[in-house]
């Protein structure tokens, strides 16, 4: 039976050849395994976000990809309107020993800490205009706390004639977004004993949010030692 399975994956593999799979743009959705699966290389990612099937329909590309046969999704991938890749990184980032209940909690009391905070301040302002600018919704306030938290630029550490440099360059989506949640968390878990995680993490994203706080002001600090080192940049092609 077993042999029988390997010569069905190679003859598939023969009908699909690299060159042939689709390349799917504008979709974000892709997994990368850290150990050997049973999917064959022309396995796709599932595409479980509404969003994206509307990108897929429109664009015509869905048609490509029909004949594929698709990798089953994870537990926590769903099409619900309530799903947010970005919360559900920001929980992974937090989980520790695979206690990921205990991180989803601590979100939660998080962002019941924000929307508490946002609520008493919307009734303390006196003007209507005021109120308009107050954002009520955690999961905005989040999102704008990671892009301003994000840096543009990173130093990359490169040896020449027994000297280390460190030479500015550009930094990748995925790195800017890992060093925006990690900071975030750093400066959280920089906090007095009797202060507990969500609180304190509520007050880390309102101050950035607002481009305020130690991780604003730690993104400023990278992005002016870049300027400081721009005489290295050449050092980047050599």
């Avoid at 020993?97 to 009391?109: C, H, Q, Y």
């Avoid at 938290?149 to 977004?177: A, C, D, F, M, W």
């Avoid at 400066?187 to 991780?215: C, I, M």
Wanted: aromatic fraction near 10%; hydrophobic fraction near 35%; proline fraction near 5%.
């Amino acid at each position: 039976m077993a042999n029988k399975m390997k010569i069905i994956k190679k003859s598939m593999a023969w009908y699909y050849p690299n060159y042939l799979l689709p390349k799917i743009r504008g979709v974000i959705q892709c997994r990368d395994y850290a150990r050997n699966t049973t999917f064959q290389s022309y396995y796709q990612n599932p595409v479980f976000r509404k969003e994206d099937q509307a990108k897929l329909i429109e664009s015509s590309e869905l048609s490509k990809i029909a004949a594929f046969p698709v990798k089953p999704p994870a537990a926590c991938e769903t099409s619900s309107v309530y799903h947010d890749p970005i919360v559900n990184k920001v929980i992974n980032h937090i989980m520790e020993m695979g206690k990921k209940s205990l991180a989803r909690s601590l979100i939660e009391k998080a962002f019941e800490n924000i929307k508490r905070t946002q609520i008493e301040r919307y009734h303390l302002a006196s003007t209507q205009q005021e109120k308009d600018k107050i954002e009520l919704d955690p999961k905005k306030i989040l999102h704008q706390a990671i892009e301003n938290s994000k840096p543009l630029l990173q130093l990359t550490p490169i040896k020449r004639g027994g000297i280390t440099y460190q030479v500015p360059g550009p930094i990748t989506e995925n790195r800017s977004l890992f060093l925006a949640i990690k900071w975030l968390l750093e400066a959280t878990y920089e906090k007095e004993r009797t202060v507990h995680f969500p609180e304190q993490f509520a007050w880390e994203l309102l101050d950035a949010a607002s481009n305020s706080g130690k991780v604003v002001k730690r993104k400023q600090d990278l992005h002016r030692l870049c300027e400081a080192n721009r005489a290295y940049a050449h050092y980047r092609w050599q």
